[in-house]
């Protein structure tokens, strides 16, 4: 999630991929997670401030530069969402292509917010092209998408935990 955040075309932090030190967010905090608590006890706590600390702004949850909404839905819950898009239309436009659809996430709590990756099909392959704001059962969402794109993947890459059936 952290590293692609900063690459997703339409991000605040698009072309900010790295630090003066080069490394990217995620490596950042985990070295700064090394640095202060080594030899010492942490709590997960502890640690989502350490990765809040390096949280891109596309991360932001509803403004806010906080993984309380991961806390919550993904430490202290049980749900495990199984993913689909609904009602999903494209627009082109000049150099571009417009999608707007729906997300749904199903067997979960109307709490649940999961940052979804979304990708256009695009010659044969799978082009990040944002990140939506899973929030509860339903979530619409509007995105831009290379001119021609006719279909849209959500999360090829299997990076979230979620039901396949």
């Known amino acids: 999630m952290m590293r692609d955040a900063e690459?997703?075309?339409?991000?605040?932090?698009?072309?900010?991929?790295?630090?003066?030190?080069g490394e990217e967010p995620f490596i950042r905090a985990l070295r700064t997670v090394r640095e202060r608590y080594e030899g010492k006890s942490i709590t997960t706590r502890e640690l989502l401030r350490v990765f809040e600390e390096q949280l891109p702004p596309s991360l932001w949850y509803e403004g806010k530069k906080s993984l309380d909404w991961f806390y919550q839905g993904w430490i202290n819950g049980t749900a495990i969402p199984k993913l689909e898009l609904q009602?999903?239309?494209?627009?082109?436009?000049?150099?571009?292509?417009?999608?707007?659809?729906?997300?749904l996430?199903?067997?979960?709590?109307?709490?649940?917010?999961?940052?979804?990756?979304v990708y256009?099909?695009?010659g044969g392959k799978a082009l990040l092209i944002g990140r939506v704001f899973a929030d509860g059962p339903e979530s619409q969402f509007h995105l831009t998408a290379p001119s021609g794109t006719?279909?849209?993947?959500?999360?090829?890459?299997?990076?979230?935990?979620?039901?396949v059936h």
């Open 105 to 117: 996430q199903k067997n979960v709590t109307n709490e649940l917010v999961t940052s979804v990756p």
């Open 7 to 21: 690459t997703t075309p339409g991000s605040r932090g698009r072309g900010v991929v790295e630090s003066q030190s």
């Open 150 to 163: 006719q279909k849209i993947i959500l999360d090829p890459n299997q990076t979230l935990l979620t039901r």
């Open 87 to 103: 009602a999903v239309k494209y627009t082109d436009k000049a150099g571009s292509t417009a999608i707007s659809g729906t997300i």
């Open 120 to 122: 256009a099909a695009v």
